[in-house]
């Protein structure tokens, strides 16, 4: 590691990930997004550093959870939960390097739901059953990548189809045309409070609800661009044009706010998980070709400025907790919602986004640092 991108860069990999994953315990006692988030970044380590522990340590925590006959422990696919499809994703890599069926099983376990998840009028999935008619950014990121990567597995091209007409709506209904950046939330019914009579988006654009939105056009750039030429090159222009507005709203040092256009004011901050999320998206972007290396320069800068100021050899700091829209008690999705949520440390969607940051700046291409990082 020593030789890598990143060590050049000014950082090695930090010993806090080590300590995390030594202290590790499942954040629920169900199958839940949050350790899939972990399982995630663990695999990409795996692959960026050739230390097969990091594999090991998911092979461990899902075979826990997988029975021989495919079910998953604490996963009610008539919970019509998006959230808990992302955790299903490690069950692609897992099965390649075991070839044990039961993780096959499970792939088509959590597939199953998907084949019957609620939809909008428009097609795409609801975030929830108990979120009926919503469709949030977070949802796409649970989703869509997985069901790429069982489109190929299971040949069928024509799931790339579908993956294609989500993204086309959402960019349709959620994107601001001004700005370019995303809002947090779409109700196709419009009865929420939190949704605009005319447009049924929420009020506020979210950063980590950016950064599962971008972390899911990369992913879903990476598993298409062989497959369905036709999904690769619509995502991939609309993850250029997504990083071209996340640039604008960037921080003078390097990092995204919790409120993204909102920086201006005094009670915004920066944070970390949308700052990691979104660091990752450039530089994976960039590694593959659909990105500029300019923008992989400055994914790698983002990184190294949230390890300076957020990370320790114990803590990850700086992340929100949560954040949502409706339910009880009412989340408005205001800007003042936004700031009274609790910021936290070492929330596993803060650190599996620095998991998979690291990854991409090991294997970040030398010729990136000599890159200009766009302001």
């Given at each position: 590691?020593?030789?890598?991108?990143?060590?050049?860069?000014?950082?090695?990999?930090?010993?806090?990930?080590?300590?995390?994953?030594?202290?590790?315990?499942p954040y629920r006692p169900f199958w839940n997004y949050e350790d899939g988030c972990i399982y995630k970044g663990c695999l990409d380590l795996a692959v960026a550093?050739?230390?097969?522990?990091?594999?090991?340590?998911?092979?461990?925590?899902?075979?826990?959870?997988?029975?021989?006959?495919?079910?998953?422990?604490?996963?009610?696919?008539?919970?019509?939960?998006?959230?808990?499809?992302?955790?299903?994703?490690?069950?692609?890599?897992?099965?390649?390097?075991?070839?044990?069926?039961?993780?096959?099983?499970?792939?088509?376990?959590?597939?199953?739901?998907?084949?019957?998840?609620?939809?909008?009028?428009?097609?795409?999935?609801?975030?929830?059953?108990?979120?009926?008619?919503?469709?949030?950014?977070?949802?796409?990121?649970?989703?869509?990548?997985?069901?790429?990567?069982?489109?190929?597995?299971?040949?069928?091209?024509?799931?790339?189809?579908?993956?294609?007409?989500?993204?086309?709506?959402?960019?349709?209904?959620?994107?601001?045309?001004?700005?370019?950046?995303?809002?947090?939330?779409?109700?196709?019914?419009?009865?929420?409070?939190?949704?605009?009579?005319?447009?049924?988006?929420?009020?506020?654009?979210?950063?980590?609800?950016?950064?599962?939105?971008?972390?899911?056009?990369?992913?879903?750039?990476?598993?298409?661009?062989?497959?369905?030429?036709?999904?690769?090159?619509?995502?991939?222009?609309?993850?250029?044009?997504?990083?071209?507005?996340?640039?604008?709203?960037?921080?003078?040092?390097?990092?995204?706010?919790?409120?993204?256009?909102?920086?201006?004011?005094?009670?915004?901050?920066?944070?970390?998980?949308?700052?990691?999320?979104?660091?990752?998206?450039?530089?994976?972007?960039?590694?593959?070709?659909?990105?500029?290396?300019?923008?992989?320069?400055?994914?790698?800068?983002?990184l190294q400025a949230c390890i300076d100021r957020f990370l320790t050899k114990e803590y990850l700091h700086g992340i929100c907790g949560v954040a949502g829209l409706?339910?009880?008690?009412?989340?408005?999705?205001?800007?003042?919602?936004?700031?009274?949520?609790?910021?936290?440390?070492?929330?596993?969607?803060?650190?599996?986004?620095?998991?998979?940051?690291?990854?991409?700046?090991?294997?970040?291409?030398?010729?990136?640092?000599?890159?200009?990082?766009?302001?």
């Amino acid at each position: 590691m020593a030789d890598s991108p990143l060590a050049r860069f000014g950082a090695q990999v930090p010993p806090f990930v080590a300590r995390y994953l030594a202290s590790w315990q499942p954040y629920r006692p169900f199958w839940n997004y949050e350790d899939g988030c972990i399982y995630k970044g663990c695999l990409d380590l795996a692959v960026a550093t050739g230390d097969t522990r990091f594999d090991d340590f998911v092979l461990r925590a899902v075979s826990e959870r997988v029975a021989a006959d495919g079910t998953i422990t604490g996963f009610d696919p008539n919970e019509f939960n998006i959230d808990n499809v992302n955790a299903g994703k490690a069950l692609f890599p897992l099965f390649a390097r075991t070839g044990e069926a039961r993780f096959r099983k499970a792939i088509d376990n959590q597939h199953a739901q998907l084949e019957r998840h609620p939809r909008t009028q428009s097609g795409n999935f609801w975030h929830k059953k108990i979120y009926p008619h919503q469709v949030w950014l977070d949802g796409l990121y649970m989703a869509q990548p997985f069901r790429c990567a069982y489109a190929q597995l299971a040949a069928r091209p024509e799931i790339f189809d579908d993956v294609r007409r989500q993204f086309a709506h959402v960019r349709e209904a959620m994107r601001d045309a001004n700005t370019g950046l995303y809002y947090h939330g779409w109700d196709e019914s419009r009865t929420e409070r939190w949704s605009n009579p005319e447009t049924g988006c929420s009020p506020c654009f979210w950063g980590r609800a950016m950064g599962w939105f971008v972390m899911a056009l990369v992913d879903c750039c990476e598993l298409s661009a062989a497959a369905s030429p036709a999904t690769h090159a619509m995502l991939a222009e609309m993850l250029r044009e997504t990083s071209e507005a996340l640039l604008r709203v960037r921080s003078t040092r390097g990092l995204w706010y919790q409120v993204l256009d909102q920086g201006c004011r005094p009670d915004d901050y920066e944070e970390t998980s949308a700052t990691l999320m979104i660091a990752y998206a450039f530089m994976k972007g960039a590694r593959h070709g659909i990105l500029p290396p300019a923008l992989g320069a400055t994914g790698l800068e983002s990184l190294q400025a949230c390890i300076d100021r957020f990370l320790t050899k114990e803590y990850l700091h700086g992340i929100c907790g949560v954040a949502g829209l409706g339910n009880v008690p009412y989340r408005d999705g205001s800007y003042e919602y936004y700031l009274s949520e609790p910021v936290v440390m070492n929330d596993p969607k803060g650190v599996g986004a620095l998991f998979m940051a690291l990854s991409e700046a090991l294997q970040v291409p030398a010729s990136f640092l000599g890159s200009r990082s766009p302001t």
